[in-house]
């Protein structure tokens, strides 16, 4: 088969998809219709008892955290697992002989953006630690306040060279913190079973309902600071690994 | 929700996959990614879904755009064709 059947033919399967997609798109019900299949059962239940069943006053954290614990437990595991997969193909730095892209460059960074970096990461790193906090109160949360951290330390590292960033984080600071969303979620989950509840249970009963409250918000203050330490460390690691020049 | 904005990013985003896809250069495309990122952390938010909207911002238009532009400084800029 030549290359202009091989394109034509190509072309055509991609416009039968098209259209089988076209159809299962109209099949679909309207976004926002409240006879939705998915109006209908979990979502109500979520908004009404939402926030006395799941225990935060951001239902979004509530759900996440508590109605889907198991689903979130795995995607923390998820990211401990990227890390791994990147640090089995690729070394960790080595803070004495690597060097990053930035300080093997030819170009010198500019001004600019060094005094830009300066001043602002520490803002950027306060945002993400309001964001960790009040993960249970409004948007956001453990990972995104995560993300951002890791964002700002690798905003820093393009800027200032890796020398400058991974001597502020050592590797034997890293390691240990970034297993600690697992852990920390693991450890809040287990809790509840030492009172005989089962596992990722936050609210535990027996007590007055602002001791209880106290234990909720505790637990899952716990949750989030883990993940966000976690997230942070996870994305400046792999940043590191994959960003770093061995001298040959 | 404002129509007219919704549209004004739906089509951006659309143009911007389009402009992924036809740019050689690597580096454009993962720039021009990053901005595709940007346009639908907005969408989310349109959308009212502002915890995605931090990640996608956070994640999609910062992390993964330095680490795609790290794999082309250790690889090879242009895409063979």
């Known amino acids: 088969?030549?290359?202009?059947?091989?394109?034509?033919?190509?072309?055509?399967?991609?416009?039968?998809?098209?259209?089988?997609?076209?159809?299962?798109?109209?099949e679909m019900p309207l976004m926002g219709d409240p006879g939705n299949i998915t109006n209908t059962h979990v979502v109500p239940r979520y908004l009404?008892?939402?926030?006395?069943?799941?225990?935060?006053?951001?239902?979004?954290?509530?759900?996440?955290?508590?109605?889907?614990?198991?689903?979130?437990?795995g995607e923390v595991t998820v990211i401990f697992t990227a890390l791994i997969g990147v640090l089995a193909v690729l070394k960790r730095e080595n803070i004495k002989k690597d060097?990053?892209?930035?300080?093997?460059?030819?170009?010198?960074?500019?001004v600019i953006v060094t005094t830009v970096v300066k001043f602002l990461t520490p803002l950027i790193i306060l945002f993400?630690?309001?964001?960790?906090?009040?993960?249970?109160?409004?948007?956001?949360?453990?990972?995104?306040?995560?993300?951002i951290t890791g964002g700002s330390i690798i905003a820093f590292t393009l800027t200032f060279g890796l020398l400058a960033t991974m001597r502020k984080?050592?590797?034997?600071?890293?390691i240990p913190l970034e297993s600690s969303a697992v852990l920390a979620f693991i450890a809040s989950g287990l809790v509840a079973m030492f009172f005989g509840l089962p596992f990722l249970t936050f609210l535990i009963p027996g007590f007055g309902f602002h001791t209880q409250e106290l234990i909720r918000h505790a637990l899952f203050i716990i949750i989030e600071i883990g993940i966000?330490?976690?997230?942070?460390?996870?994305?400046?690691?792999?940043?590191?690994?994959?960003?770093?020049?061995?001298k040959e | 929700m404002v129509w007219h904005l919704d549209l004004v990013l739906l089509l951006f985003l659309v143009a911007t996959a389009i402009g992924v896809y036809r740019t050689k250069d690597l580096l454009?495309?993962?720039?021009?990614?990053?901005?595709?990122?940007?346009?639908?952390?907005?969408?989310?938010?349109?959308?009212?879904?502002?915890?995605?909207?931090?990640?996608?911002?956070?994640?999609?238009?910062?992390?993964?755009?330095?680490l795609f532009l790290i794999t082309i400084s250790r690889t090879t800029r242009r895409e063979d064709d």
């Open chain 1, 1 to 26: 088969m030549n290359k202009k059947v091989q394109n034509y033919f190509v072309l055509i399967v991609m416009l039968l998809c098209w259209a089988v997609f076209l159809f299962a798109v109209a």
């Open chain 1, 48 to 73: 009404e008892k939402g926030v006395e069943e799941g225990g935060a006053p951001n239902i979004v954290t509530g759900i996440i955290l508590n109605y889907r614990g198991y689903d979130t437990s």
């Open chain 1, 99 to 110: 060097k990053s892209l930035v300080e093997i460059s030819p170009v010198k960074t500019s």
């Open chain 1, 128 to 147: 993400a630690i309001y964001m960790i906090l009040h993960g249970d109160v409004s948007p956001g949360g453990g990972f995104q306040g995560g993300a």
């Open chain 1, 169 to 174: 984080f050592r590797l034997s600071i890293r």
């Open chain 1, 228 to 246: 966000g330490v976690a997230t942070g460390i996870i994305f400046a690691s792999i940043f590191a690994a994959m960003g770093k020049v061995s």
């Open chain 2, 28 to 66: 454009g495309a993962a720039i021009i990614f990053s901005a595709y990122s940007l346009t639908m952390a907005i969408v989310w938010q349109q959308l009212s879904a502002p915890d995605l909207a931090l990640t996608e911002a956070a994640v999609g238009a910062g992390v993964t755009t330095v």
